[in-house]
């Protein structure tokens, strides 16, 4: 069964039968058990074609796509020789119940799906994690890995990155969307540093509960630009809001000592058509480029081991705020999706859904 959404209209989605494909030699099948749904899903499918997200699993028809998620499976049928039935694993999936892969870079960590049309897509994305090697699995907390983990993948960028700059000389960081998920887990990691002041910026309805999760120094809606305190300061925008990094230039100018842009590649022309920006030229942080940087100088283990410690941190922090909720079947998955890409959820759920009613 797959869960297909039409590229022109993320709103039209359909159910199809899956049709079985008998596999090659070299092949393996996964079956999927569970996969998170959050605004990170609506995101791929949004940037499905300029960051060619839909590459990574076809729809049989090119007008359709399958949102990719975030995923634990099962090896149900293999025909390689290291890929062991029975073993299960966690990495990226579509709203499926199973996926065909081409496993190949087999090590004690995991594989890689090295099927053809993947090949030049970024590799942290190829990666399947077996379970039982995993740093950051925790049986207790299947949950929070489904719908955290694959953000603070980025949120881990976005603290080592400044952290390796020396955060360009600036003692407070601003980050929007202050009540999504990314930008917790970053506040998160950042509020671990000595001497910096982390302050989120979100919408009014949203300023309660990122106040309740203690983890901002100060939190701010967005109307409060004129307030934010002007010492040297970093802007990690998350919103993808052109006007309020624009606003946020025009309040700091050469106090601004960084401005990053998590995600949204459109931002530089949409602020651009706006006219000049004071300060510095906002940069997008793509953060497979900076992963794949780390494990070259760190090597793989390393840097998985440095991840999953700061993970460990960060999940014991979140069961005051974030509530998980099951779903199964169909209905209640297509459902979920379009609530969340409609914004009609609640920041404190997130979904792990399953195709077993």
Not at 65 to 94: D, I, M, Q
């Amino acid at each position: 069964m797959d869960i297909e959404v039409a590229k022109s209209d993320l709103h039209e989605i359909r159910v199809r039968p899956k049709e079985h494909v008998d596999l090659s030699p070299g092949q393996g099948r996964l079956r999927i058990e569970r996969f998170g749904i959050s605004a990170n899903n609506i995101t791929y499918a949004v940037m499905g074609e300029s960051m060619r997200y839909w590459d990574f699993f076809p729809a049989r028809e090119a007008t359709w796509g399958r949102v990719p998620t975030w995923g634990f499976a099962k090896v149900t049928e293999s025909a390689h020789e290291e890929l062991v039935v029975g073993s299960r694993v966690f990495g990226y999936v579509p709203m499926s119940t199973e996926l065909v892969i081409t496993p190949d870079r087999f090590d004690h960590t995991g594989f890689s799906d090295v099927v053809a049309h993947r090949a030049e897509l970024p590799r942290v994305y190829n990666r399947y994690a077996y379970v039982h090697q995993d740093p950051h699995y925790d049986p207790r907390h299947e949950g929070e890995v489904l719908l955290l983990r694959p953000l603070f993948i980025t949120s881990f960028v976005v603290d080592d990155f400044l952290a390796d700059s020396d955060f360009f000389g600036a003692t407070t960081i601003i980050i929007s969307s202050a009540s999504s998920k990314t930008a917790l887990a970053a506040a998160f990691l950042l509020g671990r540093r000595m001497g910096l002041h982390v302050i989120g910026l979100t919408s009014r309805s949203n300023v309660d509960f990122t106040v309740e999760t203690d983890i901002y120094d100060e939190v701010l809606h967005y109307d409060d630009v004129s307030r934010l305190p002007l010492s040297d300061a970093i802007y990690v925008d998350v919103a993808g809001r052109p006007d309020i990094t624009r606003q946020i230039h025009d309040h700091y100018g050469e106090r601004l000592r960084y401005s990053m842009i998590v995600g949204d590649t459109h931002w530089d022309a949409q602020v651009s058509a706006g006219g000049p920006i004071a300060g510095p030229v906002p940069t997008l942080l793509f953060a497979p480029d900076h992963i794949h940087r780390r494990r070259r100088e760190w090597g793989r283990a390393q840097f998985e081991l440095a991840m999953a410690d700061s993970w460990r941190s960060f999940v014991k922090s979140v069961s005051g705020w974030l509530k998980i909720r099951e779903l199964h079947g169909p209905e209640e998955i297509t459902k979920a999706y379009l609530d969340v890409l409609e914004g009609r959820i609640d920041p404190r759920l997130g979904y792990v859904c399953s195709f077993d009613d």
